[in-house]
C-alpha cells in the first residue's frame, strides 16, 4: 500500500495568515489531488495536479505538485474563516483496477477571528 | 443535480446484525467505491467497483461485501458488523478524465456505531 503522509496533522491559526500544508509519499503518483471535508459532509475536490513541478492557483490557494511526483504542498493566503476543514491530499496510480486514488491522513485547519 | 446519495447517514447496532447501507448515483458514473474513514488513517478504499457486475477488493475489504446489479447502484453489506467497524463510510462515483485521472464524487458519509 502506498502512504501519503501529510503534515501538520492539526493547524490552527488567525485569519489573514498564510499557511502551507504538505503531503509527502516515497512513491511516484500519476495525479496528486487536494480535498476539503467540512463536518457532516464527503470531501470535495479543488485541485487534480498531474504534472511534475506543476503548479495551479485557485484564488487564495496554491497548489504544487513535486518535481518527482512524490510530494505536493497547498499554500494558503489570508486565509478566512471560511477556510476551516479537513484538507485531503490523493495520489492516483494506474492498477489493473483503473485509476486508483490513496488518500493521505489530512490535515484539520481551524482559521479563527 | 449530480449527487451521490447514501443511506442511512446514522447507524447504531449490535454485534452480529446484519446491515446494508445503500448509495446511489445520478451520474451514470462507471467506477464506484466505498471508503471508511477513521482518525489519523484517512480515508480508505474497501471495495471498489468498475462496472456493472465488476467487483474488487481495496485496501480494507475483511467483513464487507458489495454488490453491483445496475449502474447507479453499490450498497455496502455487513454481514456480521464487529464494534472494529465502527466508523464513517463514504460512498463515491467517479469518472476519469483525460490529463486529471479519477475525479471522484462523494456521498454526504454514514456514521456507524457497532456496539
Not at chain 2, 37 to 58: F, H
Request: glycine share 10%; aromatic share 10%; proline share 4%.
Amino acid at each position: 500500500t502506498q502512504l501519503l503522509e501529510q503534515s501538520p496533522q492539526f493547524l490552527s491559526i488567525q485569519e489573514g495568515e498564510n499557511l502551507t500544508v504538505y503531503c509527502n509519499s516515497s512513491s511516484v503518483f500519476s495525479s496528486l489531488q487536494w480535498y476539503r471535508q467540512e463536518p457532516g459532509e464527503g470531501p470535495v475536490l479543488l485541485v487534480t495536479v498531474v504534472t511534475g513541478g506543476e503548479v495551479k492557483k485557485l484564488k487564495r490557494l496554491t497548489f504544487q505538485f513535486g518535481d518527482a511526483r512524490k510530494d505536493s504542498s497547498l499554500h494558503i493566503t489570508a486565509a478566512q474563516t471560511g477556510d476551516t476543514g479537513l484538507y485531503l491530499c490523493a495520489g492516483g496510480h494506474l492498477t489493473g483496477g483503473g485509476n486508483k486514488l490513496t488518500f493521505g491522513t489530512g490535515t484539520q485547519l481551524k482559521v479563527e477571528l | 443535480e449530480a449527487q451521490v446519495t447514501q443511506n442511512p447517514r446514522y447507524l447504531i447496532t449490535v454485534t452480529g446484525k446484519k446491515l446494508t447501507v445503500t448509495c446511489s448515483q445520478n451520474m451514470n458514473h462507471e467506477y464506484m467505491s466505498w471508503y471508511r474513514q477513521d482518525p489519523g488513517l484517512g480515508l480508505r478504499q474497501i471495495y471498489y467497483s468498475m462496472n456493472v457486475e465488476v467487483t474488487d477488493k481495496g485496501d480494507v475489504p475483511e467483513g464487507y461485501k458489495v454488490s453491483r446489479k445496475e449502474k447507479r447502484n453499490f450498497p455496502l453489506i455487513l454481514e456480521s458488523p464487529s464494534p472494529n467497524q465502527t466508523s464513517l463510510y463514504f460512498c463515491a462515483s467517479s469518472l476519469s478524465l483525460p490529463g486529471q485521472g479519477n475525479i471522484q464524487y462523494f456521498g454526504a458519509g454514514t456514521r456507524l456505531s457497532v456496539l
